[in-house]
């Protein structure tokens, strides 16, 4: 199975992920001394990866390259593909190989797709309880990512339906009251950004007379920061189609309906990569 991100090395991620389980460069390290000791070398096993509860999955692809970096003759077959739902006790993967090897690479593959596969069900039920407000509107996730896990969570959210904002602080200007503190105003900050070519350019407002200053700046898409549904409409028609907007702050399951039905383009929220559980999937092998 080929799995590829921009900016993400798979075949390094696998290694240094495996080498930090086993103690790596440590005092008596680089060993899995649990199936070393108590499982013969030759031993096979047959397993089946499973799904306890109902879930949008996510990460199979790298469970896979976890096994197959211990085990380069296992045999696997996948049952699902990423992005899929799925129900409670559905099989997810099957596969069968040495059993040492399997049996350590086995935490490492399972934990992320336990945790990428919670992150897409939590995003998919923000998907789902934004559309009961607009069919319109695109859910963000932040960058409240795990540091070295970004490319992967930002992957997951998109698993889950939703999409990226910007993925680092490269790719686009993201003016917020601090930047705005120190420049002096929305609009001397907005055009010192336009001014040194950098696109595009997000700007954040709390208050709707930020609105004109931002947009005559050159500011290309207005975060309406923590404001309620009605002065989320109020800020829309402000706008009226001169730069994107986004409503950010205060948004949870029971909220995201209201704000998306206002108007904006976009509904940001960081809790998709900050705060998701992991979901509960479960690996059981059978020796051959």
Not at 228 to 240: G, K, N, S, Y
């Amino acid at each position: 199975m080929i799995f590829k991100l921009e900016g993400f090395d798979l075949p390094r991620f696998v290694r240094e992920t495996l080498a930090e389980d086993l103690g790596e460069g440590l005092g008596g390290g680089g060993r899995d001394v649990t199936s070393e000791s108590v499982i013969p070398a030759d031993a096979r096993f047959a397993g089946v990866m499973d799904s306890r509860d109902a879930i949008v999955v996510a990460g199979l692809p790298l469970a896979e390259a976890f096994f197959r970096h211990l085990d380069p003759d296992c045999r696997i077959e996948t049952l699902a593909s990423d992005g899929d739902e799925v129900r409670p006790g559905a099989d997810l993967m099957r596969l069968e190989g040495n059993a040492r090897a399997l049996l350590t690479a086995e935490r490492s593959a399972l934990n992320i797709v336990q945790h990428l596969s919670g992150i897409a069900s939590m995003v998919r039920d923000y998907v789902d309880a934004m559309h009961e407000g607009s069919r319109t509107c695109t859910l963000l996730d932040t960058r409240k990512t795990l540091p070295g896990l970004r490319a992967l969570e930002k992957y997951a959210v998109r698993m889950g339906g939703g999409d990226n904002h910007r993925m680092g602080l490269w790719d686009a200007a993201m003016i917020k009251d601090n930047h705005v503190a120190v420049a002096g105003s929305v609009n001397e900050a907005v055009r010192r950004a336009r001014e040194a070519g950098v696109s595009p350019i997000i700007c954040e407002v709390d208050r709707l007379d930020q609105i004109e200053p931002a947009i005559a700046a050159g500011a290309d898409r207005l975060l309406l920061d923590n404001m309620e549904p009605a002065t989320l409409r109020e800020a829309v028609a402000i706008v009226d189609g001169r730069a994107k907007t986004e409503a950010s702050g205060g948004i949870n399951l029971d909220t995201i309906a209201a704000k998306a039905a206002s108007g904006v383009d976009y509904c940001s929220v960081g809790r998709l990569t900050q705060s998701a559980p992991a979901a509960d999937i479960g690996l059981d092998f059978q020796p051959l």
